[in-house]
């Protein structure tokens, strides 16, 4: 018999999931930008570790162009200067944080139905 995840432990999955690869390393790069080139520091944690997480799930296409396109667009608003690289690195890292948090949130159980193409455990 298989216990049906509630959804209080799949809100407990998505919170810590994102605030492990947005919160922790959002705070992170916010020390790192003063102390480095903000160039660095936006790409080296935040969008590395939601890609890399996705990677490792098994989105691996899904996690390369995310963070092509997060590298891309953050490259673009820091050098056109667009916006302070303090905002920017929160506001690039949001992404691949919440579609990891989803990824997880979506795959705890098989009975759960998932947001992106009804993704399921496999047994």
């Known amino acids: 018999m298989r216990i049906r995840p509630s959804l209080v432990a799949i809100a407990l999955a998505f919170l810590a999931t994102f605030l492990l690869l947005y919160g922790i390393p959002g705070l992170i790069e916010w ?22 997480f996705l990677y490792f799930v098994g989105l691996r296409r899904t996690a390369a162009l995310l963070y092509f396109l997060a590298s891309v667009l953050e490259a673009y608003l820091l050098l056109s200067h667009r916006i302070s690289s303090a905002s920017l690195m929160w506001i690039t ?5 919440f579609v990891a948090a989803v990824v997880v949130a ?10 992106f193409g009804g993704r399921r455990w496999r047994h």
Request: glycine share 10%; with cysteine.
């Open 93 to 97: 890292d949001l992404l691949p944080a």
């Open 31 to 52: 020390e790192l930008v003063r102390h480095v080139n903000p160039l660095f520091a936006c790409f080296a944690i935040g969008d590395f570790l939601g890609c890399a």
């Open 106 to 115: 979506g795959l705890q159980g098989p009975d759960v139905p998932f947001l």
